[in-house]
Structure formats: C-alpha cells, structure tokens
C-alpha cells in the first residue's frame, strides 16, 4: 500500500510508533520480496513475546504493506481504543460466540480487498520451554481454504529479549537485536478446493507450523524439536523436516482460531 494513502490516522500510528522501534531494536529484515503480492496475502507468524505485534508490524510496513492484526471484539468497544483499532484497520473477531462466522467473513473481506491479515496460529504466546513454535488452531487454514491467498510464513527472534513471557521482564535498552524472515508462500495445493473438515484444517495447519519452525531453526541456527502441545508429552522420535507427521492435538479454535493483535 502507497505511503501517500495511509491516511491520517494510520499516519499517525507510524509516527508515533515506528521511531521508538528504531531505537529499541537493532534490525535484521529478511526476505520481504515474499510480501510483494499482487493480491490479499495472509501471515501466519510465530508468537514469542507481546512485543511480536510491534516487531512484526514494522517489518511488514517496511516491506511496503498495512498490517491488520486480529483482536478480541471486545477490545472494540472499549472508549477511544476501540475508535482507533477501527481507523487503523485492525479486525475485531467474535470467539466462541454465534457471530464466530461473521468474522470469518469479516477477515474474507480484508483479504479480498487485497489487505494484509496476520495470524498467529498458536493463539498465544509460546509455551515451549525454548520458545519454539506450538501446535497451531486451524483459524488461518480456514481463511485460505475460503480465500485461496497465499500465506506467507513470517519467522521472528528477538522480540523475546524486549519482553520475555518466561520472566515477565521488559527489557528498554536500546538496540536489542531482532530478526524477522519471510519465506516463500507455504504451499497448500494438495488441499486445493477441499471441504474445511478437521483433518483437513488440522493438516493445513501442521503445514504451516511446521515451515515456521523449521525457519525459526534457521534463524536460530540449531535443530527444532517436533511441534510441541502444553497437553501432550513430546514426541521422542527427533525432530522432521518439513512434513506433516507431527500431528496437531487439540480442539478446533473456531472460525477465526485465537490470534493477537495490535497496530503499528
């Protein structure tokens, strides 16, 4: 999206948040060719601390896109938060509600309008002790399977030594390292025009996950263990490429699946 048409509002969270962030952390940006889509792009990215939103708003901004992350309805109808959510096109999501379905399609319409939705599939901060990625919810396969846009795996390291969920410790020193990389869209076409059934979900979901751990590994420059459930023990058999054998546990989240979200 042109900076020229951001708008007043939007405008004005860039400046307010943008060179805070340029103080705070010291940035490695990675693959954003990835982002250069010609339509709707959907980002599944894995969630290590409350700072992520913020990191990964900025790397999606700089890469030349808006990013419109999910937040609980309830966070809309709060005085003057609200308000702002709205005008900087952030999406409220309905979870575990009759109007579950009306966000699906809430998020439908950001994509098609060729807007940048970003989904963390965990639904949480992770609770891997070493911060690698969870089994995902099946919110994101749901919106591909219905919108057929690419999704595109974002992998973030950093973000953990600005506020870790371990400690509950905010680190405000400047220049704290951080690292975000985009890969090419995961690729989805064996479950092409499928009916959104469990397996299916829970497959599509596996999928992504598993391509961001494996960049995490990357970045992180070390071998990941197999997706991880807080509900089941680790699998002990070492970990996988990039298949589907690690099987995600766990119920359906929901249209939407829980996600996290903010503005930059």
Do not use: C
């Amino acid at each position: 999206m042109a900076r020229r048409r951001l708008g007043f509002w939007r405008r004005l969270a860039v400046t307010l948040v943008k060179p805070p962030l340029n103080i705070w952390t010291r940035r490695t940006w990675l693959g954003m060719e990835h982002l250069a889509q010609d339509t709707g792009i959907i980002i599944v990215a894995n969630h290590l601390s409350h700072a992520d939103p913020l990191v990964s708003a900025h790397y999606i901004y700089d890469a030349g896109r808006w990013p419109q992350y999910l937040g609980k309805a309830s966070l809309f109808r709060l005085p003057v938060i609200g308000s702002l959510l709205y005008k900087t096109r952030q999406i409220p999501v309905e979870r575990g509600t009759v109007d579950a379905a009306r966000s699906l399609e809430t998020l439908i319409a950001a994509v098609r309008a060729g807007g940048t939705v970003v989904i963390y599939p965990e639904g949480t901060t992770t609770r891997e002790p070493e911060l690698w990625p969870m089994r995902g919810k099946t919110g994101a396969a749901r919106l591909a399977l219905a919108t057929n846009a690419p999704v595109i795996p974002v992998a973030m390291w950093g973000p953990e030594k600005m506020f870790d969920p371990r400690t509950k410790k905010l680190n405000l020193r400047p220049r704290i390292p951080v690292t975000v990389v985009a890969g090419p869209p995961v690729d989805l076409t064996r479950w092409a025009g499928a009916a959104p059934t469990k397996t299916t979900l829970d497959e599509m979901t596996d999928e992504m996950m598993l391509r961001l751990r494996d960049m995490l590994a990357e970045v992180r420059g070390t071998t990941p263990p197999p997706l991880w459930s807080p509900n089941a023990r680790r699998d002990t058999t070492g970990a996988r490429a990039t298949t589907t054998g690690d099987r995600r546990e766990g119920g359906d989240a929901g249209p939407a699946g829980d996600t996290a979200g903010g503005a930059a």
